[in-house]
């Protein structure tokens, strides 16, 4: 089926099977290859994007479902690279293979969209992805360290 | 002995002109087979030791170092590079790393395991770095018309005090090109008291790329005119195709070729028996599958479970072991004179590497060439395996190693990669195959799991006379603690013949075995009426003769308990009911580590690990302080995630857990602080990204002693506190 698609700011029209996950859209379609795969089942949240402002786990949304709404992808979370988790995540040298961050880094912007200071335990509750490689402690850091940056830039 | 002396070196310097006025710089250096088959114990070894470094300095000051070997997360990328530049006395602003493409020629063995990229190319780059150096100084003398010795380097300058006059690397490198290289031998390196840059944080290479999710890993890789592809295996381990539904399959949209594919060989990890599924979208592919029917011919393994296993070990218990590991002393004897004896039944399960990027590899094969993308630890043997199998000459085969998302040991096989070169082939096209996460854990070389039976007698004064240990199915080491230190000691070992295809796994022959020896240890110390962490200390000196099979110095293992009492405030802390303090110690991979768990335990059995404190030797020098927190981070996190919840279990020959919502890994929430120090001693540096994980898995369990007073004896912890 035919389905237009709002992604990062731009709207694309893309062919393919209505049961088509969101994520195999973006990877092998829109060559868009920041959003990862790691389970397929919505366990692990490699593949975390935004749906509105929410994030959502790609490789379970069917594309029918997510039809004209406004998505967007670690590629789009900023123009440059300077999302206050992105210089967060980079201060504190986040990632060991990096594979698990993209989605890190999209539920940590989100989780900050709606709490200026998250608590541990906002942290706890919110930051559920896997990472394998155990990066926890200063995803954890990298948390504090962004809401800290984005209150100096509202000042 | 020390690493620097077990390798004895045969070495030569190139150096050529880069076009534009910049200089080359490679190194050839080779040393015994002997001495890399000693520390790759554990895993088949590579055949040769040639590591090699390449140094490019531009006319304009840049410089490109190349990353010689696969960066799966553990630093290798930044760590090795900067061992160069601070030889080189570069600026580390001005470098930039590139990966070097697969070439045992130039960059000698290239893997990634056993934490051995730091000690196996630790003195080697260091000379390569300081012969780069000496010939910039040599262009500058020749400029100046000075002694040399009378020249300065830094932050990629030399500069001639006497007469004020300094110039850059850049500036130099034309010059530099036309020198005879020194003799890499007696090229002087610096004093570590001299470091600018080794032991300093050097955030990683990749980390902007990462951050805005630009194509790196291996499942990103895109190729012209590339296909996707799936590949049915039998979930019974070894099994073959006798038939499937093909035709129909290959009716299915976007399919593009369906075939079987045939066995080579009997080794579990070259290539399988399945059916290949080839379309013009991965998705494509995955939703044909689903229609795939095959009558497979199970073999032999269908006969083997989880529970086969249990009886059979239990069987083997009760006999004879099959054989002698080692045997000091009379244990016997020693036994019915001890004051105290202590009996008790260990168990660890199979368990899978679960890489966060599932396995996969790109392929493109055409006119007797191959090119091969592929996120593999071991590249090299993945080139060999490859080309037998595809018929195609090493040399003509090209191999690109990707950023890895995650090792752990299971990229040492390279399944995937002849697999992804065989589909390739035969459809004629390029072709990128993935693995589901279900393929991924039903198809992986899993870490062993093993049945302890151990025995063990104290004295009258608490001191440590006897030990027995009866190892079933998993494999037990000659010189495993505490050998050498208990005058009647008995390892014993009986295997299981299976079909599970096993392999390493980030601390292989220790992960596992840490838990069973320093908790039994734990439960004798007990016996003893001693401090868990003075009943170490005091069997650490009671050193007996060395043999071929101790390599493990107690000065330095008392070191990082007595430094892990001091940080974890040992015995000094009041802690709740419920919590408890856990200690545990272990030398793997050359490395010494004592470790101390808090947790906490509810009067409902929820277990909550508070804290972990990690005490480390590994020698003189920490290449790069962030990449080493993160090892110590990550390994003690993994560790406990093994303990956790993490178990294989099989039934008629088959993976009974196929994602994560069955094989639970450790989350944001479960995740403890982990605080480390690093004890530094005259030693040679060695690899970071293993020993720390095993101790951490014994003191969990010996703080939930502490907590509860429930000792446990077999892994996972799973809901046994409850
Ligand atoms: S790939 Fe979507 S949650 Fe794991
Ligand atoms: S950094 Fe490797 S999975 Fe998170």
Redesign the interface.
Known sequence: MSVTLKINGKSTTVD??SD??LL?VLR??L???????????A??G?CTVHLKGVPVRSCSLPISSVAGQEIT???G?SKD?THPV?RA??EI?V????????GQ?MVAAALLANKKKPTDAD???S??????????????AAVHRAATLSAGAAK | MTIATQISRRSFLRVSALAGGGLLIGSYVRSADAAVAEYTAGFAPPEEFVPNAFIKIFANGNITIIAKNPEVGQGVKQSLPMIICEELDADWSHVTVEQGLVDRSKYGVQFTGGSLSTPMNWDDLRHVGAAGRALLVAAAAKTWNVPASECTTRNSRVTHAKTGRTLGYGALAATAATLTPPDLKTIPVKDPKDYHLLGQRIHGVDNKAIFTGKPLYGIDVVVPGMLYAVFEKCPVFGGKVMSANIDKIKKMPGVTHVFVVEQIGNALDGLMSGVAIVADSWWYAKTARQSLQVSWDLGTTAAQSTEWFATRAAELSKLPAQRTIRKDGDVDAAFSGAAKVVEASYFYPFIHHATLEPQNCTASVKNGKAEIWAPSQTPQSGLTLVSKAIGIAESDITIHVTRIGGGFGRRLKNDYMVEAAWIAKVAGVPVKLLWTREDDMRHGHYRQAGFFNLKGGVDANGKLVAWRNHAILDNLNAGEFPARYVPNYLAEASAIPHGIPTGALRAPGSNGMAFVIQSFIDELANAAGKDPIDFRIDLLSQVGPATQADRFDAERARGVLELVREKSGWGKRKLPKGTGMGVAFHFSHQGYFAEVVQATVSAKGALKVNKVWVAGDCGSVLTNLSGAEQQMQGAAIDGISHALGQEMTFENGRAMQSNFDTYPLIRMVQAPPVEFTFRTTAHPPTGLGEPALPPVIPALCNAIFQATGKRIRSLPIGNQLA
């Open positions: 393919v099977p088509m996950p195999w092998d379609v060559n868009l290859k920041g959003t990862k795969f790691g389970c397929g089942i366990q692990c490699a992808t670690i590629e979370l690279g992105q995540w980079e040298d990632p060991q293979c990096g594979y698990c961050q993209a880094l942290i706890d509750a930051m559920v992805n896997i990472c394998r490689c155990g990066t926890y402690n200063r995803i954890r």
